[in-house]
């Protein structure tokens, strides 16, 4: 029984491709929950008559009668349906692609136990005619329905025993190979566990109880069974500190929610790596994460790769939509405008890094060093305007609203963890005798507070680990990092033109190398601030927002560094100023 035309299937082949090759086990689980069951295990099935072990998903829901069977297939014909909330229609899609040899659904209803299966033949997606006797007039006899081969419903019987209902889904794949084994099984559970921020709603009433069969050296086909947890979970069970807080911004509205998590290694003694969650930013729509990863971290206020490795974001966009299609999320501005290709990192970065929570902030303080910047009257010489370019940056001020700065300086009272004793007056305000809660580390006549700020660029020389983890990004091969969201520029320590520099001062000065460095470095430091300036001043000479990012890319920059020919008596009259106050 052909079901499909060439036309058709193609378009539906392509849709699956573009979903991925592990989006079958996201529809199979939304399918369980949605369809009366609340139990589902992943695994492999051998098939002793090909030799292949055979990716199985088995439930605990409905079952399907050999009608419903039908009509499950029935409904992929349907090319205007779309795809809205069919996520059975999903599930076909997504795995038809990968598995044109066919998808097996051996399923046991009320009305007994049945198989069918789906396969792709010569550009048409059809369902397989099994053939099962002999008629007396000696032609075969076909079949579309069948009953399931034996141990193919094994993990239905293990989910709702002899008398349950349920379905096990088996892939064969090019009809070759194994579609699962170790490597296979660690995806699946991996995936799982990354893809759902919180298991969907059952409608049994009780929460849906997922597991992976893994493999070990005892067991060949890996039937043990491991409990998948989700993202959340995850996340929650070992977060040293986490949180969730509302945002506003021009084109959306929704809420944040926070994680500092111990790095992989920390979490290694004590969490299986197939769910243990992993750092970045992302989001969440319908209890399932998107776009999980640790590249756009910068846009959200944090340039260290150190501190990227244990800071998760995960924005809730108020009216975002999944696009179950293809995997993302169409999200819909204030003023109603789609945008589904379009995620706004940028400006929810920016709204996270005004509000960075604390725990967040303290591990970038750890890292962040003395400021290295130009004076206010140098940047007022490049750009008048420069105030209006940068973007307002989270900085400690005295709360008396004295100078700007970033850290714990001279002048910025800081708050003390430990209340002053009875009995003692220090000068704060409030009654003798009485405990108060705050306490002045350093000189000024009040606690300092965050405030936003716009403040001139700083420069910080680090390891080069520091700027990027991928070895192959552009700001890991030029050193190079301009943070807009902390008005943090981020130099490698290794840099040739920084380093060349010092070795050349130090020879001909004849200084100790820590001087020399740090002269060089202050000096460098300033050019690339006074870089940063220039390159927001030329707004004004008819440069569009996209060529002054180009101008403060990672190779812009480090062609600034290789030209800066002229900064020697920079750092000559930098190097006398500090050897004359040491």
């Given at each position: ?64 009668t050999?009608?419903?069977?039908k ?10 349906q ?16 990968y ?15 049945n ?6 033949d010569?550009?048409v997606?059809?369902?397989?005619d ?21 141990g ?5 019987d ?13 892939l064969e ?11 296979i ?28 069969a ?12 491991k409990?998948?947890k ?41 969490i ?28 959200f206020?944090?340039p ?17 939509e ?43 303080d ?20 420069w ?10 001020v005295?709360?008396e ?5 970033v ?18 007056d ?13 306490r ?16 001139l ?47 050349n ?14 002269a ?35 190779a ?27």
């Open positions: 029984m052909k079901v499909g035309e060439k036309g058709f299937a193609n378009l539906v082949l392509k849709e699956g491709k573009q979903m991925g090759p592990l989006q079958w086990a996201r529809e199979f689980t939304k399918n369980v929950a949605e369809n009366g069951g609340d139990k589902v295990i992943f695994d492999g099935w051998l098939d002793t008559d090909t030799g292949q072990t055979l990716a199985r998903v088995s439930d605990n829901a409905k079952g399907l050999p009608a419903e069977m009509r499950y297939v029935a409904t992929m014909l349907d090319s205007g779309g795809y809205g909330n069919n996520f059975g229609w999903g599930s076909r899609v997504s795995t038809l692609a598995n044109p040899a066919g998808v097996n659904y051996a399923s046991r209803s009320a009305n007994g136990d198989l069918m299966r789906i396969l792709v010569n550009g997606i059809g369902v397989y099994w053939e099962i006797d002999v008629n007396e007039n000696g032609t075969v006899k076909q079949a579309e329905i069948v009953d399931p081969f034996p193919q419903l094994a993990m239905v293990k989910l709702a025993g002899k008398n349950g209902t349920g379905t096990a889904i088996l794949g090019d009809g070759k190979t194994d579609t699962w084994d170790s490597s099984s660690y995806r699946v559970a991996k995936f799982l566990a990354g893809r759902f921020y919180e298991w969907p709603s059952t409608s049994t009433g009780n929460p849906l109880d997922v597991k992976v893994v493999f070990n050296n005892s067991r060949r086909y890996g039937h043990q069974l409990v998948v989700p993202y959340g979970e995850q996340m929650a069970s070992i977060a040293t500190a986490m949180g969730e807080f509302k945002f506003d911004t021009k084109n959306h509205s929704g809420s944040f929610v926070w994680a500092v998590i111990p790095t992989a290694s920390e979490q290694s003694a004590t299986n790596g197939r769910s243990r969650p992993a750092p970045g930013s992302g989001f969440i729509v319908d209890g399932e994460i998107f776009s999980l990863s640790k590249d756009h971290l910068s846009d206020g944090i260290f790769a150190s501190v990227k490795r244990q800071v998760v974001i995960l924005a809730k966009v108020d009216g975002a999944m696009n179950p299609g293809r995997g993302n999320i169409v999200f819909t501005t204030k003023t109603g405008e789609e945008t589904p290709s379009f995620a706004p990192w940028k400006e929810l970065g920016e709204a996270f890094a005004q509000a960075m929570p604390d725990a967040i902030q303290a591990l970038l750890e890292r962040r060093g003395d400021a290295t910047s130009i004076d206010a009257a140098i940047a007022s010489a490049l750009d008048p305007n105030k209006k370019r940068l973007k307002p940056v989270m900085v400690k005295n709360a609203d004295g100078p700007s700065g850290g714990s300086s001279t002048g910025d009272a800081q708050v003390s963890k430990d209340p002053i004793p009875e009995g003692q220090k000068g704060n305000s409030g009654k003798s005798g009485a405990k108060r809660p705050v002045r580390s350093n000189s000024g006549n009040s606690a300092s507070k965050e405030v936003l700020r716009t403040v660029p700083s420069v910080r020389f680090v390891p080069r680990s520091e700027i990027s983890e991928d070895d192959s990004s552009d700001e890991w091969a030029f050193g190079v990092a301009w943070n807009e969201a902390q008005g943090l520029l981020l130099v490698a320590d290794d840099i040739v033109p920084v380093t060349r520099a010092i070795s001062f130090q020879i001909d000065t004849g200084d100790s190398v820590e001087i020399v460095q740090q060089v470095q202050a000096a460098y430091g300033m050019e690339l601030a006074a870089t940063i300036i220039d390159a927001k001043g030329s707004e004004d000479w008819g440069l569009k927002p996209s060529m002054i990012e180009q101008a403060l890319s990672p812009s920059l480090f062609a600034k560094l290789l030209g800066a020919q002229s900064i020697d008596t920079l750092i000559r009259n930098t190097l006398r100023a500090i050897k004359a106050s040491a």
